[in-house]
């Protein structure tokens, strides 16, 4: 309706627009507009809100299972809502019942799932998950942050226009390739050069991890660290600073929020390999025994469920405790997502003031 | 020159149908086509699994309206797969266990047994190894952990690194049944997730003990003789040597005589079949 008006006037000689008309158009008026901006939005709501719940779901999923594991509900006390005792019984119980089953699964070491009478100890699965994921953070975020510095202020545009996608391509590497280069290739010649007995352990998963985890890790930090852009460093030049001072002091603070982010995905890359450290570190559910000794074979949470998911039976003990090693990997990487944020959190307070 | 007409928005949402429409119709023909081929669907075993892959080939050429797919994931897996109807043939190498032969009946799976070959499980060490000879109380005592040292047994001086198949593997189970009995592994045994790489580690591990089947032997490895017996063809089929097991073939029912499915299950009886798990390195069933 109101754009033949327009045209009418238009035509008449008149003003393009409708100047007695009010900017915002009721329903009754603009139908059409009404109608199309509202479920133009429910429709994006919709797609948000389909990824949410989708995490939502896996975390239900989960969490479903592994309480089975922790407690069984047919060993409960009976509940009847109505009287006091009954339910402070059966609360009792289900706590008392959780907090053994996870002292069992936090506290033991051994692991033998499968036994006669099965031992369900996750601590060594735990503290092989650490050991292998601290292991690649310490590798790989010096070098990357390094070459991420080095890459965007140091060598000259051209090399920068080669180099990058040539690190990029190691992250489109398959892992099964990787895991293949660490059994075939690394172990046996870590067995050769450091004289150690076994070649698929800690540290050869620790470093094929890192290297998973450095194209992400120079990426992302290469692409923050161009972002700070040219003012900040020419204002740093001018007021007399050397290169060193300017990308030490200057740039690098500037750009901590994305170098964080990309340690973070490093991190995440890291921790949720399962088919490298199912190959390259050797899955012996042990702690090493002098506790420094990466040379040892040890074996994480993603390998334990990848490795004994697809012969257990559903429903079985050995079933739900996969699961609760499954909720344990997701708190790991929540702690860890955690430990992160609060030092993005102070070193933004620390350092940003200004922003 | 006359400025080409944008399509309105009804006219883009009818060809957008008609589009689809002509993708649905084109789309139920290709699967129309696919559907005159036989499809036999085998899961199982890394140990039949190269077996199950040469019959299938060998069948598939004598009968090209056939296509026979073969995974290899895992006895655990095969068995699985054919209680919840997923495939036709579950190739394992050891029998059922209760829990799995229950859950089948449950599902109204009756499962069938062919033995279509043997196998031995050998313990492998690295070919610089002294060592020839072991007893199964010995391979006992080093993988739960109790010898530690190559020179406990008469060997240099280095620790021993045992290399396992994973829990989930039919190797292991015989394993476990014909040489741990009630101990368990030691912590510090090392699994890996199938017979190549069981090899390739012992291959490149001085001090390294693993154990592969008869099939994966080559002069890469040295093979030791347990109890006295060596591994060979004569003394797997006899049964002689200790650590030996028979290789199967599950089904869902005996299948109707004269289907495809009941040819591919008595191939291992034919003379081509027999050739196959020879050069395979297993050993045939019958010994004339």
């Not at chain 1, 429903?315 to 993005?344: C, K, M, P, Q, W």
């Amino acid at each position: 309706m109101g754009r033949v008006a327009d045209a009418l006037r238009l035509k008449q000689g008149g003003a393009a627009a409708d100047f007695d008309r009010p900017l915002l158009l009721t329903p009754g008026e603009n139908l059409a507009g009404y109608i199309g901006s509202h479920a133009g939005r429910a429709a994006l709501f919709l797609v948000t809100a389909t990824s949410v719940v989708a995490v939502l779901l896996i975390f239900v999923f989960i969490i479903r299972e592994a309480l089975a594991f922790f407690v069984d509900p047919a060993a409960l006390p009976p509940l009847d809502w109505t009287s006091a005792g009954s339910a402070f019984a059966w609360t009792w119980a289900a706590l008392s019942s959780i907090g053994a089953r996870l002292a069992e699964l936090l506290g033991g070491t051994q692991w033998y799932p499968e036994a006669a009478n099965p031992e369900f100890g996750a601590l060594s699965i735990l503290v092989g998950s650490l050991y292998v994921t601290g292991g690649a953070l310490l590798i790989a975020v010096p070098v990357g942050l390094l070459a991420a510095v080095c890459l965007s202020d140091i060598l000259p545009f051209a090399a920068r226009q080669t180099v990058k996608p040539l690190v990029e391509i190691l992250a489109a590497i398959p892992s099964v390739a990787y895991g293949f280069f660490a059994v075939l290739v690394l172990a046996p010649w870590m067995q050769e050069h450091l004289h150690i007995s076994t070649g698929t352990n800690a540290l050869n998963a620790a470093i094929i991890l890192a290297v998973m985890a450095i194209p992400t890790i120079v990426s992302v930090s290469e692409d923050s660290l161009t972002a700070v852009g040219r003012e900040l460093r020419e204002a740093s030049y001018a007021c007399g600073a050397t290169r060193a001072e300017t990308m030490v002091k200057v740039v690098i603070p500037a750009a901590h929020s994305g170098i964080i982010a990309a340690v973070i995905l490093g991190m995440m890359r890291a921790i949720g390999e399962t088919m490298v450290v199912w190959m390259a570190s050797g899955n012996a559910a042990q702690i090493p025994s002098p506790w420094w000794d990466l040379t040892q074979s040890v074996r994480t949470m993603t390998a334990t469920i990848a490795g004994e998911m697809g012969e257990t039976p559903q429903g079985s003990d050995h079933y739900r405790a996969l699961f609760a090693i499954g909720l344990l990997l997701l708190a790991f990487t929540f702690a860890l997502n955690l430990v992160t944020e609060h030092f993005l959190h102070r070193v933004r307070r620390a350092g940003g003031a200004s922003r | 020159m006359e400025r080409k007409r944008k399509m309105s928005g009804t006219e883009m949402v009818l060809v957008t149908t008609g589009i689809a429409a002509l993708m649905a119709v084109a789309a139920c023909f290709a699967m129309g086509a696919e559907t005159q081929k036989q499809t036999l669907q085998i899961e199982g075993s890394t140990t039949v699994g190269p077996i199950a892959e040469a019959f299938a080939e060998a069948f598939m050429k004598a009968n090209p309206k056939v296509q026979i797919t073969v995974k290899a994931t895992g006895s655990g897996d095969g068995a699985a797969a054919l209680i919840d109807g997923r495939c036709q043939i579950a190739t394992m190498s050891r029998f059922m266990k209760d829990t799995e032969f229950q859950k089948a009946v449950e599902k109204k799976v009756l499962p069938a047994l062919h033995t279509i070959a043997m196998d031995g499980v050998c313990p492998v060490v690295h070919p610089s190894n002294p060592l020839k000879a072991i007893t199964r109380s010995q391979l006992r005592d080093i993988c739960s952990g109790k010898i530690a040292n190559w020179k406990d047994l008469g060997g240099p001086d280095m620790p021993i690194v045992v290399i396992s198949r994973d829990t989930s593997s039919g190797t292991y189970e015989v394993f476990a049944e014909k040489v741990m009995g009630k101990d368990k592994m030691s912590e510090k045994v090392e699994y890996v997730n199938s017979n190549p790489q069981a090899h390739a580690r012992v291959k490149t591990t001085a001090g390294a003990i693993g154990y592969v089947g008869l099939g994966f032997l080559d002069t890469s490895v040295k093979a030791l003789t347990v109890d006295g017996v060596a591994p060979s063809r004569k003394t797997i089929a006899t049964g002689v040597y200790p650590i030996s097991r028979p290789l199967f073939f599950f089904t869902n029912g005996y299948p109707e005589l004269g289907t495809t499915l009941h040819a591919f299950c008595t191939f291992y009886l034919t003379e081509k079949g027999q050739e196959i798990i020879e050069a395979k390195g297993f050993i045939p069933m019958t010994s004339y």
